[in-house]
DNA sequence: AGACCCCTGCTG
DNA sequence: CAGCAGGGGTCT
């Protein structure tokens, strides 16, 4: 499941060996991982291009387009959902079981897309158009955004979490007078970009928040316990490039050494490493948490 | 704000 | 072999 941390990594570890490289063909093998436009557009003008750079918003991973060493007013973005995978392959390589779409370069490497559950999409698009959308959070570039069939998420992002802009000034105001779970919360993208279900979950056990309570319920001192949580787990995720539960490879193919490191994801059973109480599931807003019923109140 | 859906491997 | 998991979108 690439979050943050995970999407990062694979910029990190995908950037270098794509730069400034010529994308010479694009060779869509599942139809339906591509959002927008048709596949054969997408095919016909992704081909061409080189690669500017990648930059990363939550959870998409955006990849600036070149013509000739001028921006091409396109970019890519993809969003791997659950179980997509972007790895950079030599040729001869094997290809994935679930291999889905392919990027050919000049120099003959490709980098794979690859997705069991095909939840994952790649989308087309104009570039102003991204921009635009992703600093302003209009109805009138959602709308725009729909009528062109682009990842309407990526136009309602709220703030990055290890962004200044995210603190607890503004975690606060974000809490103030909602019922719904804190872990909910922090799961909506258009509150803060990038947080999924580890890292909503480890967060709140290192702010010692249970999962469940009502956001408006957290006083000031978890408040900021929270945001501290989330962007010191969310920094050292990346420092481990990442967590690999089963599916998630870096642009290397590696798998990410954050799994190790996890107090309440996945460890349901398990005792607590702070306080050795067995850790416990419960369900929220549709969605399960895990948390030490000891350490979280 | 909650139900349901997408999709597929794995679990009970 | 039904049911669950899960990011995020849609629909109610």
Redesign the pocket.
């Known amino acids: 499941?690439p979050?943050l941390p995970e999407v990062e990594t694979i910029r990190r570890t995908l950037e270098p060996l794509v730069r400034d490289q010529k994308i010479t063909a694009v060779e869509v093998l599942d139809r339906?991982c591509v959002g927008f436009p048709d596949p054969e557009s997408f095919q016909d003008r992704l081909a061409g291009h080189y690669v500017a750079g990648l930059e990363r918003r939550?959870?998409y991973l955006i990849w600036e387009l070149a013509q000739n060493r001028q921006p091409s007013g396109l970019v890519l973005v993809v969003?791997l959902?659950?179980t997509g995978r972007l790895v950079y392959k030599r040729a001869d390589e094997p290809p994935d079981r679930y291999r889905r779409l392919v990027l050919r370069l000049e120099n003959g490497d490709l980098v794979e897309y690859a997705d069991?559950?095909?939840?994952g999409r790649l989308w087309l698009l104009s570039s102003d158009q991204q921009s635009a959308a992703a600093v302003t959070k209009t109805a009138s570039s959602a709308t725009e955004a729909?009528a062109n069939g682009g990842?309407?998420?990526l136009w309602g992002l709220g703030p990055e979490p290890l962004a200044e802009e995210f603190s607890a000034s503004y975690l606060r105001a974000v809490c103030t007078g909602?019922?719904?779970a804190i872990k909910?919360l922090l799961?909506a993208?258009e509150h803060v970009a990038g947080v999924?279900?580890?890292y909503a979950d480890e967060a709140l056990f290192r702010a010692g928040v249970h999962p469940a309570r009502p956001a408006g319920t957290l006083d000031e001192r978890e408040i900021g316990r929270l945001v501290d949580s989330l962007k010191s787990v969310l920094a050292e995720a990346i420092q481990h490039r990442g967590t690999t539960f089963s599916d998630y490879r870096d642009g290397r193919g590696r798998r990410g050494e954050f799994y190790d490191r996890l107090a309440v994801y996945g460890r349901e059973g398990k005792p607590c490493p702070r306080c050795g109480s067995i850790i416990s599931r419960g369900r929220a807003?549709?969605?399960?948490y895990r948390f030490c019923p000891q350490c979280q109140k």
């Open positions: 499941m979050e339906t939550g959870k969003h959902r659950m069991l559950r095909r939840f729909a990842p309407k998420g909602r019922r719904a909910s799961l993208q999924g279900s580890i807003g549709g969605r399960s």
